[in-house]
């Protein structure tokens, strides 16, 4: 029998054992592909899901007739058997001149509304594509910024995103990234607390950063996470420098970690997340699917595009 558990104020969270693990590419790491071509791609080796990252290679999400577009995309989605993360975490995509700006932490109150402005988009789309969570980050503290402030202006941006995740049903996923206001899972859990636990604030594990900068192990990280993980991200890492690295390079045990992983009962994607590498995604695509299966627990998986395995969020009847 399944059973329920409860970790320092954590919601419900089904820890059955044995959950078998669903795997996506990111395509943030195939950006040299139109987006219809990295879908192919990855149905075509087998891929279960995607991290759609909106960009202006993939679901500009300021082009005009967002709507239309992301319905033609909903459907390639239905016909591919493919279930969806949307994330947010485009470079260039605010401003073509600052990397991941402007950000929820900058002083310019009209900079923040612009960030919020993507976030709410986002949100939009995921309701649209059936995603299974929606991805964002909180941003560098900006100079001249204490961090009381920073954490105060985190807190206020996401409210309205919240707000509208939750009238979407679709959590949000926020990750901790190495140089960030929030880095780690305990920044998590602080901004989880100062907004009061609200019901679609969920959390987006990266194993790479646990490697880099957890004080745990990452498999210890996935256990401690279960609660309220809403998406995950993977890759190759070394322990203090923050680059991602493709699986084998870096000094990850991933046996264990993904053996956690399915144990917590975790039904999203699991996104392989290598931007860096979009020169040869194609080749890093075909070969990290292998590599995770290779290390993820045996536990009976149904064939690719079964009914039994349609993607959580799917629109498919």
């Not at 219809?36 to 290679?57: E, K, N």
């Not at 979407?168 to 880095?183: D, F, Q, S, T, Y």
Request: with cysteine.
């Amino acid at each position: 029998m399944n059973r329920a558990v409860r970790v320092d104020g954590a919601r419900d969270v089904d820890r059955s054992a044995g959950t078998p693990l669903r795997f996506g590419y990111g395509t943030n790491g195939l950006a040299d592909l139109r987006l219809d071509d990295a879908l192919a791609l990855l149905a075509d080796l087998g891929y279960d899901g995607l991290g759609l990252t909106l960009d202006h290679m993939h679901l500009d999400p300021f082009a005009p007739d967002l709507a239309a577009r992301t319905r033609r995309v909903a459907h390639r989605l239905d016909e591919l058997g493919l279930g969806v993360t949307v994330e947010t975490g485009a470079r260039y995509v605010l401003d073509p001149r600052r990397k991941h700006g402007p950000s929820l932490l900058d002083p310019d109150p009209d900079d923040r509304a612009r960030r919020v402005d993507l976030l709410l988009r986002a949100v939009r789309v995921a309701a649209d594509l059936g995603a299974h969570a929606v991805h964002c980050f909180s941003g560098i503290v900006p100079a001249g910024t204490d961090e009381d402030t920073a954490w105060k202006r985190l807190a206020e941006t996401l409210t309205p995103v919240l707000d509208a995740a939750a009238t979407a049903g679709v959590p949000l996923a926020v990750e901790p990234e190495p140089g960030h206001l929030l880095a780690t899972l305990a920044d998590f859990h602080h901004l989880r607390r100062t907004l009061g636990d609200p019901e679609p604030l969920g959390l987006t594990l990266d194993i790479g950063h646990c490697q880099c900068l957890e004080p745990l192990p990452p498999a210890d990280c996935v256990r401690d996470a279960a609660p309220w993980l809403r998406h995950v991200q993977i890759e190759d890492m070394r322990r203090g420098v923050h680059e991602h690295l493709p699986f084998g390079d870096g000094e990850i045990d991933f046996p264990p970690v993904l053996a956690a992983l399915a144990a917590t009962g975790y039904q999203g994607l699991t996104v392989v997340e290598l931007p860096r590498h979009s020169h040869a995604g194609p080749h890093f695509a075909a070969h990290s699917l292998p590599f995770l299966r290779d290390a993820a627990p045996s536990v009976p998986v149904p064939p690719h595009g079964d009914p039994s395995a349609t993607p959580e969020g799917s629109r498919t009847p």
